[in-house]
């Protein structure tokens, strides 16, 4: 969990964007706020992974929609850092079950692509001092929605790796074959997907298939492929 720490307004700030032009665009929205921030990029979740191995960051500035792997993937190993970041997603996706999706996994901040400079400038300030921010656009849609009511599917407690192995077992792929796609064990897909079926109260693949027909889960495919 980010705790906010006294900052000598000299921030370590990782901008995580695979677009050149808007990474660079996103550097000098930072440097408006702090212009003595120290700024590092990274245009994949690999390399992203291996620079908050390595080095502290106040924040992290995230896009989702990455080459190699979800964004969300960084978000769940933000988690074992002994000191985390403040984290603030940029990203083009509004729907608020995919907001609150990224909120549950740790970012304090969405702030949708869409949205003017100053709400951008606002939440980065907001966000390295522990508080949470999100853009207009996102606040709307959220509060639309019934996101921070009981009325909460089941599937938003999955972890993305979670989230990622049940949508393949419900297009009929089968352990070993999820596995080889994913670069992970049987032994891990399992673990997975027991884990994924007990959140969503499933005993079957057949009921898994239901589920994600009825709750429409299968369109997340599409941020997967994009990410």
């Known amino acids: 969990m980010f705790t906010p720490t006294p900052l000598a307004y000299r921030p370590q700030i990782l901008i995580v964007e695979d677009h050149p032009l808007y990474r660079d665009a996103l550097e000098l929205i930072v440097l408006s706020c702090y212009p003595d921030a120290r700024t590092t990029g990274a245009d994949s979740v690999l390399e992203a992974k291996r620079m908050l191995m390595e080095k502290h960051f106040d924040l992290l500035i995230l896009d989702l929609e990455l080459d190699d792997r979800p964004g969300m993937d960084i978000l769940e190993e933000c988690k074992f850092l002994e000191t985390p970041p403040a984290v603030l997603v940029v990203s083009g996706h509004t729907r608020s079950d995919y907001v609150v999706r990224v909120l549950r996994f740790g970012a304090l901040g969405y702030v949708s692509k869409a949205a003017p400079k100053e709400e951008l400038t606002d939440a980065i300030q907001s966000v390295l001092n522990g ?84 709750h429409n889960m299968f369109r997340y495919e599409t941020d997967m492929q994009k990410a």
């Open 131 to 214: 508080k949470l921010a999100l853009s207009k656009d996102v606040a709307r849609t959220v509060a639309e929605s019934t996101i921070f009511n009981q009325n909460l599917p089941a599937h938003s407690l999955l972890s993305a790796r979670e989230l990622e192995v049940i949508l393949l077992l419900a297009r009929g792929l089968q352990p070993k074959e999820i596995a080889a796609r994913l670069n992970l064990s049987v032994r891990t897909i399992a673990v997975h997907k027991f884990k994924a079926f007990q959140k969503i109260g499933v005993k079957t693949l057949i009921d898994l298939f239901q589920y994600c027909r009825e």
